[in-house]
């Protein structure tokens, strides 16, 4: 409004500094349709009922032609009215006035716009617990390198992190929503957007279902649907069940381990489209390495997650013994890991001895925690399992076999064919004989062979039909 304030002001200086019209003139005054009262007349003199020009009904309503009378115009809802005899220099001082009040106007609307959408963003980045699905979609492309093979589909990975973040970010936010009550009653989660109150559910649940079906229509279309299946699986498998079981059980610690080692098979899947053994070994790393991770969280965290009503195995363990032995078991279950990552082909024998040595310093630390069961132990182990993820999926990348993939079908297909030689010789015998008899035989479906097969996954051997 000053800016108006000011750009009346100007025009009326200058109005007042022109010559003054005669008395037999037409006195017009300037009128102001915001206030709807006159103002001060051009000559100088207060306006008097008599000289001040009548009001008009509209701001657009019209004016008679011989009143001489000019539309000058303002902002912020003032209009002005000056006489017709106006010099050039005073109509063009209130142009001006009123083109920098209508920019000024503008740029008020683009800052309230930039406003709503940082708002909005920072309530969609807290909803989606922006860092934990970052965790998660790395875990999803380091399985998607390991199951490239020599040769990495960039495009392709992009893709898989893309639809695994908005995946994420739905499961996290449909959880934030199932969870206001309890957030609400925690020191560490009560000021995010649902429970202040900066969003609204129906917004939060429009966020979550949007971000959920685009990221798995994004899997199915760009990778394959084994893929976008893992995905909408794991979707349901939080926010359905996990989430709810929080309140229940304190199970929901190792369902909640079985959530976090999906992604880096979704990777691996959305890479190759297939299950193949050592895909496992990332998944279960993640699965064995949640449990000391979350434990520590638990025992850090015992008095929130009793206040916000969560059933963590922490809450009837006061001395922490129980939480302690089951952190160190699950780091002692991830020794062998790097073995078998070598053995199987995945990674080398560095890798190996690297692996071994980065899960025993993880374990010490649990032991030490064992041992001591007190809230600086209890940190260090903590800490000590942030550092573990990304180091051995970092040195899992490093060191792994860029032939890998093609080795393990190439062994494969040698079992195949060995497996379909075995089984052609009683097959052939069998309808031979029957030939002989006059019976006519049909070809069985490979299905018939499944059974046979090293692993249920895999596809069944082929054969040839009787000619």
């Known amino acids: 409004m000053w800016r108006s304030s000011l750009g009346f002001s100007s025009a009326r200086r200058l109005l007042s500094s022109s010559p003054s019209p005669s008395p037999s003139t037409h006195h017009s005054s300037f009128y102001c349709v915001a206030t ?13 009922p008599s000289a001040a020009a009548p009001p008009p009904s509209h701001p657009n309503s019209s004016v008679p032609a011989n009143s001489g009378v000019g539309f000058i115009g303002g902002a912020d809802g003032v209009r002005a009215f000056a006489s017709s005899s106006s010099s050039p ?22 800052r309230e716009a930039v406003d709503v959408a940082r708002h909005y963003g920072r309530c969609y980045w807290e909803l989606s617990k922006a860092r934990l699905s970052l965790l998660v979609v790395a875990t999803s492309g380091t399985g998607f390198v390991l199951g490239s093979g020599s040769v990495v589909d960039i495009p392709g990975l992009c893709w898989t992190c893309g639809g695994t973040m908005m995946v994420a970010a739905a499961a996290n936010s449909l959880n934030q929503v199932f969870e206001i009550k309890n957030d609400a009653k925690m020191k560490r989660t009560k000021q995010r ?10 917004h939060a649940v429009a966020w979550a279902s949007s971000a959920g079906v685009v990221g798995t229509a ?4 760009k990778t394959n649907a084994l893929a976008a299946g893992f995905a909408a699986s794991n979707l349901i498998l939080y926010a359905f069940v996990y989430t709810p079981l929080k309140q229940i059980h304190p199970v929901n610690t190792w369902v909640g381990a079985i959530v976090g080692a999906i992604p880096p098979l979704l990777g691996w899947v959305a890479a190759s489209g297939e299950i193949s053994l050592n895909s496992m070994i990332l998944p279960a790393a993640l699965y064995f390495w949640q449990i000391p991770h979350f434990m520590a969280l638990a025992h850090l965290c015992r008095n929130d997650y009793a206040a916000g009503g969560f059933k963590m195995l922490s809450l009837g363990d006061a001395l922490g013994q129980r939480t302690s032995l ?15 990552a070598y053995d199987w082909g995945l990674a080398t024998g560095w890798f190996c001895l690297e692996s071994t040595v980065l899960t025993l310093a993880i374990s010490a630390t649990a032991f030490s925690f064992y041992r001591d069961r007190t809230m600086q132990k209890a940190r260090r182990m903590f800490h000590a399992s942030l550092l573990y993820l990304p180091v051995f999926m970092s040195g899992l990348i490093f060191h792994r076999l860029l ?15 060995e497996l379909s030689s ?24 490979p299905v018939a062979y499944a059974s046979y097969a090293p692993f249920p996954f895999l596809p069944a051997p082929s054969y040839a039909g009787p000619h």
């Open 326 to 340: 089951v952190a160190l078991r699950n780091c002692l279950y991830m020794v062998p890991l790097g073995y078998l």
């Open 89 to 110: 220099a005073t109509v063009t001082a209130a142009a001006a006035a009123a083109a920098f009040d209508v920019s000024s106007l503008a740029s008020l609307r683009a």
């Open 422 to 445: 075995s089984l052609e010789t009683p097959l052939e015998e069998n309808g031979s004989s029957k030939r002989k008899k006059g019976f006519r035989t049909q070809a069985q479906p």
């Open 193 to 202: 957007p649902l429970p202040s109150g900066r969003i609204s559910v129906p």
């Open 218 to 221: 994004l899997l199915a279309y």
């Open 36 to 48: 709807r009262r006159p103002l001060q007349s051009l000559s100088g003199s207060p306006s008097s």
């Open 403 to 417: 032939d890998s993939h093609q080795d393990l079908s190439r062994s494969h297909s040698l079992k195949y064919n």
